[in-house]
């Protein structure tokens, strides 16, 4: 049996993740804004103003859509119900790509409104891709899945938390959407190099980066979308870009929501750090080239 084949996507540039409190802003105005990630559950519930506002930004912007409870790694089977809501709105709104989180969110029908991280195993990596599977399946599409910020970790793994993003990726044929904040926190928190987490990623399948703001705690990081990108995370970000390449990228705030411009400028950070990456990168092939002509 052939596997399924899912229409590519386009690169998108430089967005935000959508916040009721930008709506007015945005219809309003022109920001410098190339597209916009939305809250999938924010917008199932059928009408409602939310919805007319997804509807008005929809028609000025590409959009995404951007789960938190698919809990693709929980024991429990995969939502049906959540899926068919999730298929429909995906209908109305067209979006460029569906992600959620590699995680598992509750059991036994309970949710936890957290996003718990998995045991990196053989068995975790075969059930996560098969619901992934499931998943595209229903919706006709290929997802991206998203590393989580952590603090903890499981006795019973026996992969780096790369090799099993990487491993759930090609297994179940999916993208990858990589939180550079993410990868920053959980690095200070568990003592590994970033950088070691960004090399062993497969550059084919990292489709979008997440760049957001955390809480240092001295002995611990927490990821609270709640402040402005941090320094290291931008310097991450820089190396995630000399590895990835021009991926689309998006800024997160969830609390001490700032006017838009004020994200726009931060934006306008992340526009510049890959311009100069890119630019590093068509001088060095300008200049191999050269040598190559004179070899």
Same mark, same amino acid.
């Given at each position: 049996?052939?596997?399924?084949?899912?229409?590519?996507?386009r690169?998108?540039?430089?967005?935000?993740?959508?916040r009721s409190?930008h709506?007015?802003?945005?219809?309003?105005g022109?920001?410098?804004?190339?597209?916009?990630?939305?809250?999938?559950?924010?917008?199932?519930?059928p009408?409602?103003?939310?919805?007319?506002?997804?509807?008005?930004?929809?028609?000025?912007?590409?959009?995404?859509l951007?789960?938190?409870?698919?809990s693709?790694?929980s024991?429990?089977?995969?939502?049906?119900?959540y899926l068919?809501?999730?298929?429909?709105?995906?209908?109305?709104?067209?979006?460029?790509?569906?992600?959620?989180?590699?995680?598992?969110?509750?059991?036994?029908?309970?949710?936890?409104?957290?996003?718990?991280?998995?045991?990196?195993t053989?068995e975790?990596?075969?059930?996560?891709?098969?619901?992934?599977r499931?998943?595209?399946?229903?919706?006709?599409?290929?997802?991206?899945?998203e590393?989580?910020s952590?603090?903890?970790?499981y006795?019973?793994?026996?992969?780096?938390?790369?090799?099993?993003?990487?491993?759930?990726?090609?297994?179940?044929?999916?993208?990858?959407?990589?939180?550079v904040?993410n990868? #920053?926190v959980?690095?200070?928190? *568990?003592?590994? !190099?970033?950088l %070691?987490?960004?090399?062993?990623? &497969? $550059?084919?399948?990292v489709?979008?980066?997440?760049l957001?703001? #955390?809480?240092?705690?001295?002995t *611990?990081?927490i !990821?609270?979308? %709640?402040?402005?990108?941090?320094? &290291? $995370?931008?310097?991450?970000?820089?190396?995630?870009?000399?590895?990835?390449?021009?991926v689309?990228?998006?800024?997160e705030?969830?609390?001490?929501?700032?006017?838009?411009?004020?994200?726009v400028?931060?934006?306008?950070?992340?526009?510049?750090?890959?311009?100069?990456?890119?630019?590093?990168?068509?001088?060095?092939?300008a200049?191999?080239?050269?040598?190559?002509?004179?070899?």
């Amino acid at each position: 049996m052939n596997a399924p084949s899912y229409p590519a996507a386009r690169g998108l540039g430089f967005g935000l993740g959508l916040r009721s409190t930008h709506y007015a802003s945005i219809v309003d105005g022109s920001p410098r804004i190339d597209w916009f990630e939305a809250l999938s559950e924010n917008y199932l519930v059928p009408g409602g103003r939310p919805l007319k506002w997804l509807d008005r930004i929809r028609e000025r912007y590409p959009v995404v859509l951007h789960g938190v409870s698919m809990s693709i790694g929980s024991a429990d089977p995969i939502d049906r119900d959540y899926l068919a809501q999730l298929k429909a709105l995906a209908r109305r709104v067209e979006p460029e790509w569906i992600s959620d989180h590699l995680c598992w969110t509750g059991v036994d029908g309970g949710n936890l409104h957290d996003l718990m991280p998995l045991p990196y195993t053989e068995e975790a990596i075969r059930h996560v891709a098969r619901k992934v599977r499931q998943v595209q399946d229903v919706l006709g599409r290929r997802i991206l899945l998203e590393n989580v910020s952590s603090y903890l970790t499981y006795r019973e793994s026996t992969f780096t938390e790369w090799d099993f993003l990487a491993a759930i990726a090609e297994e179940a044929d999916c993208l990858i959407l990589l939180d550079v904040n993410n990868v #920053h926190v959980s690095a200070f928190n *568990h003592g590994f !190099d970033p950088l %070691d987490y960004l090399a062993r990623i &497969p $550059v084919g399948r990292v489709q979008q980066m997440h760049l957001a703001g #955390h809480e240092h705690c001295g002995t *611990h990081i927490i !990821d609270t979308h %709640d402040a402005p990108v941090a320094e &290291p $995370v931008w310097q991450l970000y820089e190396a995630a870009c000399r590895r990835f390449g021009p991926v689309a990228t998006m800024i997160e705030r969830d609390d001490h929501i700032p006017a838009l411009q004020d994200l726009v400028d931060e934006l306008d950070r992340a526009r510049a750090i890959a311009a100069r990456v890119a630019g590093e990168s068509v001088r060095g092939g300008a200049a191999g080239v050269a040598l190559a002509g004179h070899g």
